[in-house]
């Protein structure tokens, strides 16, 4: 294979300031995740919101808060001052994030759609005040291809341990039964260790200064964004393979009870899936600043789609060694899907810059991003159920019928397969690597000192 090897900049953010760059994304993990994985299946099962009602208002919300990710987006690319232009809203934002986080987890009696609408809104509001800042912040903390990797996969491992957590908790509070009270232990946690983790992140980590270019209007920088080819081809392959990691995610916990007919190893089997993706995330990093991120993240698709067949296989309690072999390699793959697109974020804003003139509109890039995940992990929450509800899924447990269960394995596994392999395909020959990079990134450097003359 090819090295992408090429003259690096030294590394100059200091594991101190990457830890606590990372340290939000602890409690905010409880905000995205896990809140796909418990709380769709907590309101449907004992809170007894419908299926299809739920599908239906998780579609929704996230149509709805598309247009805060913009926003959040937008402002902290224009917001100056001497505090920076990130920190403002990762230390304001943080209160509302962890009440929402709260509230949305510790539902009173009597609540019902509504109830589930408002929080579900408010917490994705509030998780993109944050995230949005906090993920274009990271991206502008080096100009460097590799060390990009490095600060990306700082945030991402941060945010899987907080997701382990989350699921071990849960796991251990709930040991296979109702989910009421780990939920409301979770939701306490996220609010108590927001705000704290936020603070420390404000006050170690340093914010780069608004530049003295002009910034175009919203208009002309979606109209950029939708013009910047590498990052419309990245974008829809993340949507994408996006879908086709949230049917799975969606859906774990009923596949675990349902078909695998093992509800005791639930928690076991979902902690080893992010367990896996913990510890290959500095292996993909590696890989990726070695070999080409795009490249290593096809490699990893691929790798997907193998396991992922391998679930077709498992039928009945059996099957639960096979089961655990799809967990650990899924979340081996898990690693690249987490660290890599997100790298490679950071260098189609650079293109943008190069192209354009105009300042980095890092936070509307991660904007956009923001609501590209938001898309798909809606799209797989409001598929799962909605499909589910259709074929007669019994979403109260027991008795389900073949069609029901076949749908199940189909929505866990196959279409997943399906999804990754168009994602393969439209990230054939992507035309960012280092060298390109390296390249963009020198004419930066020298338009920006010809401006400064």
């Known amino acids: 294979m090819t090295d992408q090897s090429r003259p690096s900049t030294p590394a100059t953010i200091s594991p101190l300031r990457l830890f606590a760059y990372a340290l939000p994304a602890v409690p905010i993990a409880a905000l995205g995740q896990p809140f796909y994985m418990f709380a769709p299946t907590f309101y449907a099962k004992e809170v007894g919101i419908g299926a299809g009602m739920i599908g239906l208002i998780l579609l929704i919300v996230r149509v709805l808060d598309a247009a805060s990710d913009l926003a959040a987006g937008r402002l902290s690319d224009q917001t100056g001052g001497r505090f920076g232009r990130r920190r403002p809203w990762v230390l304001l934002a943080s209160p509302l994030a962890a009440w929402s986080a709260y509230m949305i987890m510790t539902p009173p009696d009597g609540a019902g759609a509504a109830y589930f609408a408002l929080w579900t809104l408010l917490v994705s509001i509030s998780w993109a005040a944050i995230t949005l800042p906090l993920n274009a912040w990271g991206a502008e903390l080096s100009p460097d291809y590799r060390e990009r990797i ?8 941060a945010t899987v341990l907080g997701v382990i957590g989350a699921v071990g908790l849960v796991a251990i509070v709930s040991n296979g039964g109702p989910l009421r009270e780990a939920l409301a232990m979770l939701g306490l946690f996220a609010a108590v260790t927001t705000p704290l983790a936020c603070g420390i992140c404000v006050l170690l980590v340093p914010d780069p200064p608004l530049t003295a270019k002009p910034v ?11 013009g910047n080819e590498p990052f419309r081809r990245l974008v829809v392959a993340y949507v994408i393979n996006g879908i086709a990691n949230g049917l799975p995610a969606t859906l774990f916990l009923y596949f675990v009870s349902e078909r695998l007919g093992r509800p005791d190893l639930q928690g076991a089997l979902l902690g080893t899936y992010f367990l896996a993706g913990l510890i290959s995330a500095p292996f993909w990093a590696w890989m990726g600043g070695r070999f080409g991120k795009d490249r290593v993240w096809r490699w990893a698709m691929v790798w997907a789609c193998l396991i992922f067949a391998l679930a077709l296989g498992v039928t009945g309690p059996k099957d639960w ?34 192209k354009t003139g105009q300042a980095p509109r890092t936070g509307l890039y991660f904007a956009l991003w923001s609501v590209a995940t938001k898309l ?25 019928t073949e069609l029901a269960l076949n749908s199940l394995v189909a929505l866990y596994c196959a279409i997943p397969i399906g999804l990754k392999l168009i994602s393969i395909f439209l990230m054939r020959d992507f035309p960012i690597d280092a060298t390109e990079q390296a390249r963009i990134r020198a004419e930066i450097a020298d338009n920006r000192r010809n401006s400064s003359v």
């Open 216 to 226: 175009a209007s919203l208009k002309e920088g979606l109209k950029d964004c939708a």
């Open 150 to 157: 490095v600060v990306t996969a700082w945030r991402e491992i």
């Open 321 to 354: 060694i096979l089961f655990l072999i799809v967990c650990v390699g899924s979340g081996l793959a898990l690693g690249a899907d987490i660290v890599l697109p997100a790298a490679m974020q950071a260098d189609v804003v650079d293109l943008d810059e190069l």
């Open 376 to 400: 798909a992990l809606a799209v797989a929450a409001g598929v799962a159920f909605g499909i589910l509800g259709l074929v007669g899924f019994n979403t109260q447990g027991g008795s389900q």
